[in-house]
């Protein structure tokens, strides 16, 4: 009669611990504050790119991207990631063309060089649905389509 209790009281130390989790991320977050906002904008022929980005203290960096390919439609999305070094690895969640209810998701990474943000060429890699670069394999900067010079951002 004892073991359904027992199992009972198993099953819910689980839940009863991730709760508590959620509050101390929770609370971590509520630290965080806004070190720098900057804004940039990238033309690469008829094609162009808007790029804003907040910098957290914790070092996360979070913000928005749309690039206007005029052949392709318009890449809307957000971006979520952190600083390496002179490289920003962030990951773009993104939407094609107003039309499109698809959600995308892509690793990009951007090198800061001269005040610019530089859009690197990887080559990406997916696994159980999650897209990254592939380790190993070098970014080139020199490839990328997209040099974004700082801008004032609009309020």
């Keep these: 009669m004892k073991k359904p209790a027992f199992y009972l009281a198993f099953l819910t130390f689980p839940v009863l611990f991730s709760c508590n989790r959620g509050t101390e991320q929770t609370s971590a977050n509520a630290t965080d504050s806004l070190i720098n906002e900057q804004c940039f904008v990238a033309v690469d022929g008829v094609d162009t790119a808007n790029f804003n980005i907040k910098t957290l203290s914790s070092g996360k960096v979070s913000g928005n991207l749309t690039i206007n390919f005029k ?3 318009k890449n809307d999305g957000k971006v979520e990631g952190k600083f390496k070094g002179d490289t920003l690895f962030v990951d773009y969640t993104f939407k094609i ?16 060089k001269d005040g610019k943000l530089v859009l690197g060429v990887g080559q990406i890699q997916t696994t159980l649905g999650r897209s990254f670069f592939v380790k190993g394999k070098p970014i080139s900067f020199e490839k990328g389509r997209f040099t974004f010079a700082p801008v004032d951002c609009k309020k």
């Design 97 to 112: 063309g107003l039309e499109n209810k698809t959600i995308y998701k892509n690793p990009l990474a951007f090198l800061k």
């Design 71 to 73: 052949e392709k439609g």
